[in-house]
Nanobody, 113 residues
Framework: VHVVESGGGLVQPGGSLRLSCAAS????????MGWYRQAPGKERELVAR???????YYADAVEGRCTISRDNAKNTVYLQMNSLKPEDTAVYYC????????WGQGTQVTVSS
């Protein structure tokens, strides 16, 4: 099982980014997927998750600014982030609950002017 994030980078406040997570080694369409983030000195926290059936959940901090989606044909889950704030700066991780759970290596998102 592998999950590999991409799409992070440096963006100005108010900007947008789309993160991607490519999954392999399991039946992607059968599992929910999640995006988490960890800022320096803070615990890892849930950003958004999407079920195998497409139901979504968002943390209060990103509700209305982020959209999680999935493309089962591409085994990929996305996180579209808009109206980014400096407090969104963190390493963003993709997660699948398959077996005991698998994490990607993370992708850095930095929101700064």
């Amino acid at each position: 099982v592998h999950v590999v994030e991409s799409g992070g980078g440096l963006v100005q406040p108010g900007g947008s980014l789309r993160l991607s997570c490519a999954a392999s080694g399991f039946t992607f369409s059968s599992y929910g997927m999640g995006w988490y983030r960890q800022a320096p000195g803070k615990e890892r926290e849930l950003v958004a998750r999407i079920s195998s059936g497409g139901y979504t959940y968002y943390a209060d901090a990103v509700e209305g600014r982020c959209t999680i989606s999935r493309d089962n044909a591409k085994n990929t889950v996305y996180l579209q982030m808009n109206s980014l704030k400096p407090e969104d700066t963190a390493v963003y991780y993709c997660y699948t609950p398959k077996d005991h759970g698998y994490w990607g290596q993370g992708t850095q998102v930095t929101v700064s002017s």
